[in-house]
Every structure is written in structure tokens, then in C-alpha cells.
């Protein structure tokens, strides 16, 4: 009987401890997926950040050299003017224009061994203020527009929107503009045609208004793709 006893708590105890094997395997699992989160969610709040303080491509290179040099890179003009000479596990960067930004970490090989690039597009879909108004009168200018970088143009009508840019002074020096993001701040709109102004345009079905034109599409096109019309 007591053999028994002794047999069926040793039984439990095994049980107990592949219970408790599957348990920390099971917590350590979960502590492991909340901490991958907690990463996802700070690239994502980073990636966030970035596109709120890049609305340019010159916002853009200025919050990547920004950055850069937390990251421990420094100018490649500063380094040369100061006659100092790239070594390995260098990190430089360089400018051209404000607007493109090359980064370089330098290794140990020979550069006849080659080098690993990785390259990226700055591009921001916009409205572009031409650079010289039409005309300019009792301190109003009257400014032309263009599309730029593939914007959608049904998608910011009516929405409020800021102004970001440069603007050249006749002196040559230049201003940083940066209008709509505070809350105080004045803000742009560009407004819908109104509704009693706009018959034709409601009268067109989805795919053959601007919407349908900003695939690709032109009116021609979607004609003759539709027989009977």
C-alpha cells in the first residue's frame, strides 16, 4: 500500500512538473511576443513621427541628419575641412541641395570588394507653388499650381491643408515656411465646386470623374472600353 502511495505521488509530481515545464515555455513564449510588440510599436511611433516632421524632401534630409547624427554619423565636408581621413567604422554623410542625402558606414574590406547599397525615394505627393507668381498686387500675389509626385487630386479638396516650402528673397537669402500644423495657425482649403455649379460633374458615374482619370484612364479610353455609349 505504501509502495502504491509512494509510486502515484511520484506520478503526480511528474505530471506537475511537464505541467509547469508547459507553462513557463507557454509565458516565456507570450513575455517574447509582448516584447516584439513593444518594438513594432516604437518603429511604428518613429516611422509616425517622421512622416509628421517630413512633409518636404528638404524636411526630410533635415530629420534624417538629425537622426543620423544621434546615430553617430557626422558630416563628410566637416571631416574633410578638417583634414582628417576615413577610416574603417567610419560613418559619414553628405548633402546635395537639402534635398538628397547619401550615407556611408565604412568597412573593413578593400572598396575593390565591393559595397552593399541601399537606396531610397524621397517623394511627397503635392500641391507645388510655382516659384514666381502670375502677378502681385496691393500686397496679395496670385500663385500658380502644379501636381506633383502622383497626387490624387479627389483626395485633399475640402481638407484642411498646410503650407511647407523655402521662399527665395530678392536678396538671395532664404525664408523656412512652415503654416498649418499648430493648432493656431491658418490654414489652406481648396474648395469643391458648388453643388448647383457642379451639375455635370455629379452626373458622372465614379469611374469616369477625376477619380477614374487619376488611374490613367482618359474619357476616350473609358469610352471605348464601354460599347452602346
Not at 509547469?20 to 516611422?47: D, P, R, T
Request: with cysteine.
Amino acid at each position: 500500500m505504501n509502495s502504491y502511495r509512494y509510486q502515484s505521488n511520484t506520478m503526480n509530481d511528474s505530471h506537475k512538473e511537464r505541467r509547469n515545464s508547459k507553462w513557463n515555455v507557454e509565458m516565456h513564449g507570450f513575455l517574447i511576443q509582448k516584447q516584439k510588440k513593444k518594438e513594432l510599436e516604437q518603429v511604428a511611433k518613429a516611422y509616425r513621427n517622421f512622416l509628421n516632421v517630413g512633409k518636404t524632401e528638404r524636411e526630410c534630409v533635415t530629420q534624417i541628419i538629425r537622426e543620423a547624427r544621434a546615430a553617430g554619423y557626422e558630416s563628410l565636408e566637416e571631416k574633410t575641412a578638417k583634414g582628417e581621413k576615413l577610416k574603417a567604422g567610419d560613418k559619414v554623410y553628405t548633402v546635395g541641395m537639402k534635398k538628397i542625402i547619401a550615407l556611408f558606414h565604412i568597412g573593413q574590406d578593400d572598396i575593390s570588394e565591393g559595397m552593399n547599397i541601399l537606396g531610397a525615394h524621397i517623394d511627397s505627393p503635392r500641391l507645388d507653388v510655382k516659384q514666381n507668381p502670375l502677378y502681385e498686387d496691393t500686397d496679395l500675389a496670385y500663385l500658380d499650381t502644379h501636381y506633383y509626385g502622383g497626387v490624387k487630386k479627389y483626395q485633399w479638396v475640402t481638407l484642411p491643408l498646410a503650407i511647407h516650402g523655402v521662399v527665395v528673397k530678392k536678396d538671395g537669402s532664404t525664408a523656412e515656411v512652415n503654416i498649418g500644423e499648430d493648432e493656431d495657425d491658418p490654414i489652406v482649403y481648396i474648395t469643391d465646386l458648388l453643388i448647383h455649379l457642379a451639375g455635370k460633374q455629379m452626373q458622372k458615374k465614379s469611374d469616369r470623374s477625376d477619380r477614374g482619370r487619376e488611374s490613367g484612364h482618359s474619357d476616350r479610353q473609358q469610352t471605348t472600353e464601354r460599347p452602346g455609349r
